[in-house]
């Protein structure tokens, strides 16, 4: 079973500057999430999708920041424009339904750098 | 801000050593799930416990949880080289969301 796939690996912008990430989860599962990382920390929740509906949205800067899951598969993740605070590392996760036990499924993230 | 607070931040042990390292959290869970990630990758879930559990087995794995004192811990027995990671709790609550901690890190010296 192919895990879950991200791209790019590595970005590097400059300030300002808008970028976009691409995550297709695990074929088959209903919830895709977008975490962000910053280094030294712990993965932070930014949105949830329940097949291609936000189910939560609470922690997504949504002034330069904005996410999709057209079709309920794929799915991207945009900032527009890119501030230095930006650099982390973001994660695409995905699980097969929305259950208080469900197993996330991580993908291999990308680590973003705003100079 | 972080719901689940890892200690200690890292941890150097020889081979073969056990690792412990506890997470504290503030408030209620439905279940708290371990986490690991290695150098460079996503994270890979290792154990679940739910909020009525007390203790759990993976493999070399353990894992205790403490609700009175909204803490859990998680062994590594027999530790090896490829465990060299970082260990993150993650807490979900009844909202279904999960919320991780910033993590321990793990170093297994050969």
């Known amino acids: 079973e192919a895990g879950v796939a991200q791209s790019p690996r590595y970005k590097i912008i400059e300030k300002r500057q808008s970028v976009a990430f691409w995550c297709n989860p695990i074929?088959?599962?209903?919830?895709l999430y977008w975490y962000q990382q910053i280094l030294g920390q712990g993965p932070k929740l930014l949105i949830q999708?329940?097949?291609?509906?936000?189910?939560?949205d609470s922690q997504l800067p949504k002034d330069r920041f904005s996410a999709e899951r057209l079709k309920g598969v794929d799915s991207t993740l945009k900032i527009q424009p890119a501030k230095l605070e930006d650099s982390a590392v973001y994660l695409c996760?995905?699980?097969?339904?929305?259950?208080?036990?469900?197993?996330?499924?991580f993908g291999p993230g990308t680590r973003l750098t705003v100079l | 801000s972080q719901q689940g607070e890892e200690d200690p931040q890292a941890l150097s042990i020889q081979e073969g050593e056990n690792a412990t390292m506890n997470c504290s959290y503030k408030?209620?869970?439905?279940?708290l799930q371990w986490y690991r990630q290695n150098s460079g990758r996503g994270l890979v879930h290792l154990i679940l416990?739910?909020?009525?559990?007390r203790e759990k087995h993976s493999g070399r794995l353990r894992v205790t949880l403490d609700t009175s004192k909204k803490s859990s811990s998680l062994l590594i027995t027999a530790s090896r080289a490829a465990d060299t990671a970082s260990y993150f709790c993650?807490?979900?609550?009844?909202?279904?969301?999960?919320?991780f901690g910033a993590g321990t890190t793990v170093t297994v010296r050969a």
């Open positions: 996760a995905s699980s097969l339904l929305r259950t208080s036990t469900d197993t996330q499924y």
């Open positions: 074929s088959g599962h209903a919830t």
């Open positions: 999708f329940q097949n291609n509906g936000v189910v939560d």
């Open positions: 408030t209620s869970i439905n279940n």
């Open positions: 416990i739910r909020s009525n559990e």
């Open positions: 993650a807490r979900k609550g009844n909202d279904y969301k999960l919320s």
